[in-house]
């Protein structure tokens, strides 16, 4: 990234270069940039939409604000494992994920804006007018087998990760757990071992989503998910409940409290 030299007068000023090439330093990026989301816990990004002079969207996600060593225990290996998986899907065709553009630093991935798109949400909360059609959930069930197919699972699929676009095309996001399975020779490899628990947790989290909203297009696979959870799925709902959730509302009421007395 070079200095800031817009070739558009009229471009309004927190809008970007059409150019990557001529972007401003990161720091200025985060400063034009509009902050769609800000970072819950240690273990999410701040996300950012930047626009540029042409109309282009981008959203930026990063660890950049986060502890130095989070960034490096965690946040950096799950952007970079973000990255890779998407530039593997591209690659692939799969026409269901945002597109990866680069990496601008170690902490921060710039990709594809979505946008038009909603997040799916639970099924009480649609009105009968607003509510996805069955084809929605019919292309997600296929997206996800597709996925599969390719070698690749998700890791977290949850509504929030789910959007829809008009025609009830679903598109997934948040690709940080993302899995790619091994070559076929290294048929005991570890990260052959995490594919196949991922898609497992893929299928049940798929099988419960669509179940909530229409359950008779369920087919015997996803029914034989839903009768029986996951035994690490069981396991790390636990733990997030019981301990991870109170850490954070702790850490949060400490953090409230020092700002109080500052």
Not at 27 to 48: F, I, P, Q
Not at 187 to 215: G, H, M, Q, W
């Amino acid at each position: 990234m070079q200095g800031d030299s817009s070739n558009n007068d009229s471009c309004p000023a927190d809008f970007l270069p059409d150019s990557l090439d001529q972007w401003p330093s990161f720091a200025e990026l985060l400063r034009r940039g509009g902050l769609l989301r800000k970072a819950t816990s240690w273990g999410n990004t701040d996300t950012y939409v930047l626009r540029t002079c042409d109309g282009t969207e981008y959203l930026l996600k990063t660890f950049a604000r986060q502890p130095f060593l989070i960034r490096i225990l965690l946040g950096r290996i799950s952007i970079r494992n973000e990255y890779n998986a998407l530039v593997f899907l591209h690659k692939k065709g799969f026409q269901h994920a945002p597109k990866a553009i680069s990496l601008l630093n170690s902490d921060s991935l710039l990709m594809e804006y979505i946008s038009g798109a909603s997040q799916l949400m639970k099924n009480e909360k649609y009105s009968e007018t607003e509510r996805p059609s069955p084809l929605f959930f019919q292309n997600l069930i296929s997206l996800t087998r597709d996925l599969h197919q390719m070698g690749v699972s998700h890791g977290d699929f949850r509504r929030a990760n789910i959007l829809r676009l008009p025609g009830d095309v679903p598109i997934l996001i948040d690709w940080t757990t993302a899995m790619i399975k091994c070559p076929d020779h290294k048929k005991f490899s570890l990260c052959r071992l995490f594919f196949n628990v991922a898609r497992k947790s893929d299928l049940y989290s798929l099988a419960s989503i669509t179940e909530s909203y229409y359950p008779d297009l369920l087919d015997g696979e996803l029914n034989q998910y839903l009768d029986k959870q996951p035994w690490f799925l069981r396991v790390g709902r636990f733990l997030r409940q019981k301990f991870y959730r109170q850490f954070i509302k702790q850490l949060t009421g400490r953090k409230k409290h020092l700002t109080d007395v500052s």
